[in-house]
């Protein structure tokens, strides 16, 4: 049941929604679509649902034009982000719409329908709501609603508009967490839409990152956060530091401190690094390495600290997460110097437009985006 | 304790206010409405019930009560239709000429009624430019009833229309998506989904276009004729009469009329009554 998606794309009056996007998703694996807003992926989904079309392109199931088919032909189940669900209806009622509306000769006995609905109810644990109006339901059992009436038609695919957005932090996570266990057990392709980075790399088994309307990077969570493929990854996935560096001599060097070897042999004058918070180390007091920097403030969130330290080197404030047992609670006293250096960077040219800098590194021998050790 | 005086010093005021208010109101509602409903009535049985019943069972009350029900059952059918496909296609669609729909739909709303008249007589009267046409092929229009129900339809277009497109826009179409995913056609989208939503705003459009359908004089007064028991709706019997000196015959037929429309009203109350609690379990953010 492999899908693939190539060159789809859709323009609306005045910007891109999808540009040449192509895209295979493998049988019973569980996929985001992460972007900013505007960035296609609602779009593409919508697409794949039947509910919007492209100007070129194809969709293709097994081989077979998934574009030529209706809506309501595809075995789609679709969960929209305000659930949609039909407000006249009870929730039993709403589970066994798709059933009821198929033609006499494949609908299934009244019976039958009311013992699928009792059994989908039973899984998403609403059983005891099953009279009871989507209105006088919570955020989180509406979307369990929503999530069994598109179950309950058995399809082939699912999709998941932003399906934690309308959530409270709380229900939020767990709700994710269960989602999981969902799709392990019934092993339904899912494609889902977030905007959230955290929900992304914490559920799916890859991710696809959109922005513009064209695919920035596809790959496991891992990839995505450990090795980002385009600034724009980088910067939209997780919390990341930017620092100006030069290419001289041979050498990255940013803020007098070398970071490695010049990965271009000269092309570049002027590159971008990205460090992330974690990927800090607090150099010991006798080791010269690293930039000298005073601590501004430290934030204590259970287990980890997240410090901004004022970087005069580098002229900008830096962000650095530790965990609490690596060091005692004192040392990051406000006002306190401490000398730091990143154990791992990610590298792009500057100076070069940010989508065109993929475009560039792919042209020349050595990447343009190279995630490299730092250091000893 | 100045904590406790000061809002028993800051309430009397703000009652104060609210019994000026519901008084206001109250006594406007007496004036113009309920008074006037009231003489209607008195009026009508002035001179006892007997001459009351025998002025709404003369034959030309009698043929004005069905031509007034018959042309509201023609009407009110006909701008139904128009009025969900009007507003399904401003709600949910993107075309050019949209904003010329919405004009459209509110000209009847902006257009004098004798003037909607006037139109229909000179495209279909006997001078106008499908008159000879009409003639030769010994169809009537004009001073007819089909010229009664045309202008009826113009003036009660708006009705269902405006008080669906609100509504239909702020619900989107989500709804209607998520039927077609489901396997739903589109019949069974339309009514399984669509009208259930949308029939609360239908009946009270519905019940506005009715009304009004009945109730209408200017336009349909133009296209009438004034041919007794033929051409003469519920409105111009009543004028007629009046205009005859027959007080109590005029208000006879006023009072039928002013019943027929508090029947309307009685429908919708019961119909909210009946369905209310399912009515409020889906009015506060249902989706």
């Known amino acids: 049941m492999t899908l693939e998606l190539s060159h789809l794309t859709r323009r609306f009056t005045d910007y891109p929604a999808l540009d040449d996007v192509s895209l295979e998703i493998p049988p019973g694996e569980f996929l985001a679509l992460l972007g900013p807003s505007g960035s296609g992926k609602t779009t593409l989904l919508r697409i794949l649902a039947g509910l919007d079309y492209p100007e070129s392109g194809s969709v293709r199931r097994e081989g077979r034009d998934l574009l030529a088919l209706d809506a309501r032909r595809r075995k789609v189940g679709l969960v929209f982000q305000h659930y949609a669900l039909f407000r006249h209806l009870t929730v039993a009622d709403n589970v066994a719409f798709g059933l009821r509306v198929r033609p006499w000769r494949t609908r299934p006995k009244r019976a039958d329908i009311a013992a699928r609905v009792e059994r989908l109810l039973q899984r998403v644990q609403l059983q005891d709501m099953a009279k009871r109006y989507p209105a006088q339901l919570s955020g989180g059992q509406r979307q369990r609603v929503a999530l069994a009436r598109a179950l309950a038609v058995e399809p082939d695919l699912l999709l998941l508009d932003e399906p934690f957005g309308a959530l409270d932090a709380q229900v939020r996570v767990s709700l994710r967490r269960w989602l999981r266990e969902l799709h392990d057990e019934f092993g339904l392709t899912t494609v889902f839409v977030t905007h959230d980075q955290e929900e992304a790399l914490e559920l799916a088994d890859r991710v696809v990152v959109m922005n513009r309307g064209r695919i920035e990077q596809v790959g496991t969570p891992e990839a995505i956060y450990r090795d980002p493929a385009t600034p724009f990854v980088c910067e939209f996935v997780g919390k990341v530091n930017r620092i100006a560096a030069r290419c001289e001599g041979g050498k990255l060097v940013a803020g007098g401190l070398v970071l490695g070897a010049d990965p271009w042999d000269g092309r570049h004058d002027m590159a971008i690094v990205y460090v992330r918070p974690e990927q800090f180390i607090v150099a010991a007091p006798d080791d010269g390495e690293g930039w000298c920097v005073r601590v501004r403030h430290a934030f204590r969130a259970g287990g980890t600290v997240h410090l901004t330290l004022d970087a005069a080197a580098l002229g900008m404030v830096l962000e650095m997460d530790v965990f609490g047992e690596e060091r005692s609670r004192d040392t990051w006293q406000p006002g306190a110097c401490l000398r730091v250096r990143p154990r791992h960077v990610t590298v792009f040219p500057d100076g070069i437009h940010p989508a065109a800098a993929q475009a560039c590194g792919s042209g020349i021998v050595a990447p343009a985006a190279r995630p490299m050790p730092v250091g000893p | 304790m100045s904590a406790m005086v000061l809002p028993r010093t800051s309430i ?87 904003a010329l729909l919405g004009a459209l739909i509110d000209l009847p709303f902006s257009v004098s009624p004798v003037i909607a008249g006037l139109i229909y007589v000179l495209l279909f009267g006997a001078q106008g430019w499908f008159g000879p046409w009409l003639d030769a092929h010994g169809i009537r229009i004009i001073f ?121 009203l009685a429908i919708k109350t019961l119909l909210e009554w009946r369905y209310g609690a399912e009515l409020a379990a889906h009015a506060p953010g249902g989706r």
């Open chain 2, 144 to 264: 007819a009833v089909p010229g009664l129900v045309l202008a009826s339809i113009f003036i009660t277009l708006p009705f269902v229309a405006r008080e669906l497109i609100p509504l239909m826009q702020a619900q989107g179409s989500e709804d209607e998506e998520a039927a077609r995913v489901l396997g739903a056609n589109g019949w069974q989208m339309f009514f399984r989904v669509t009208l259930p939503n949308i029939r609360w705003a239908l009946l009270y459009g519905v019940l506005l276009c009715n009304a009004r359908a009945m109730g209408e004089f200017g336009a349909v007064s133009v296209v009438s004729g004034h041919i007794r028991g033929l051409t003469t709706t519920m409105p111009l019997e009543v004028e007629m009469r009046y205009n005859e000196y027959d007080y109590v015959g005029a208000f006879a037929v006023a009072s039928l009329l002013a019943l027929l429309g508090l029947l309307t």
């Open chain 2, 12 to 98: 009397w005021p703000r009652r104060l206010q609210r019994a000026v208010l519901v008084l206001v109101a109250v006594v406007f509602m007496l004036v113009f409405l309920l008074l006037p409903l009231a003489v209607v009535f008195t009026e009508a049985l002035a001179e006892g019930v007997r001459t009351f019943f025998a002025a709404i069972t003369q034959s030309e009350a009698q043929s004005s009560i069905r031509l007034t029900l018959l042309v509201a059952a023609m009407v009110v059918p006909m701008n139904l239709m128009f009025g969900v496909a009007a507003a399904w296609a401003m709600a949910r669609f993107e075309f050019r000429g949209k």
